[in-house]
């Protein structure tokens, strides 16, 4: 990655390591993420049926698509087919704020040296990508 971002790039480095994917051992990260963000009983209510150790999967490899985003200003055909599938789950704007806060708590709590700039730098990496997600759930983003 080469971003203008450099406190986001360096804070994904300590949490998963160097390269773009985030490898086994970012397991518990993401588990403590839904902890977080399934805290929401409304939120909490869309995952009743969910298998959470796939979801955790899912969410990993997806996190990069959204960075991708960020990167290229392009969504993947991967991120087109994820902003898809939230059409139709009952997911509302305000969760996609819910997400981001459970992200940076977890951010914050894995990524000792992360302070308030590290944690914008997240924001300004994810925002796009979950942006562009909404868009879609809307019916306003290109789907390919
Ligand atoms: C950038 C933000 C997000 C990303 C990257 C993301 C990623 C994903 C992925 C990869 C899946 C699995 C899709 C599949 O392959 O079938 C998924 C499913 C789902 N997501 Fe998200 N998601 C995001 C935001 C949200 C938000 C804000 C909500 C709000 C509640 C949400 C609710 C769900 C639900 C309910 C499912 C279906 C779970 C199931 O299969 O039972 N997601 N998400």
């Given at each position: ?15 998963f390591g ?70 139709g789950l ?13 992200l940076v ?40």
């Open positions: 990655m080469t971003l203008p971002n450099p406190l986001f790039e360096e804070s994904y480095g300590r949490l160097p390269g773009v994917a985030a490898g086994g051992e970012a397991d518990r990260f993401f588990l403590t993420f839904y902890d977080h963000f399934l805290r929401d009983p409304e939120i909490a209510k869309l995952f009743t049926e969910t298998d959470m150790d796939q979801q955790v999967q899912m969410l990993k490899r997806s996190l990069f698509q959204v960075v991708s985003f960020y990167i290229s200003g392009e969504p993947s055909a991967e991120l087109q087919r994820i902003a898809e599938v939230h059409k009952g997911v509302e704007s305000s969760m996609f704020d819910a997400w981001l806060e459970a708590e977890t951010v914050a709590e894995y990524d000792v040296r992360a302070d308030e700039a590290t944690r914008l730098a997240w924001c300004w990496a994810l925002t796009p990508g979950m942006t562009y997600i909404r868009m879609v759930i809307l019916g306003l983003g290109r789907t390919g």
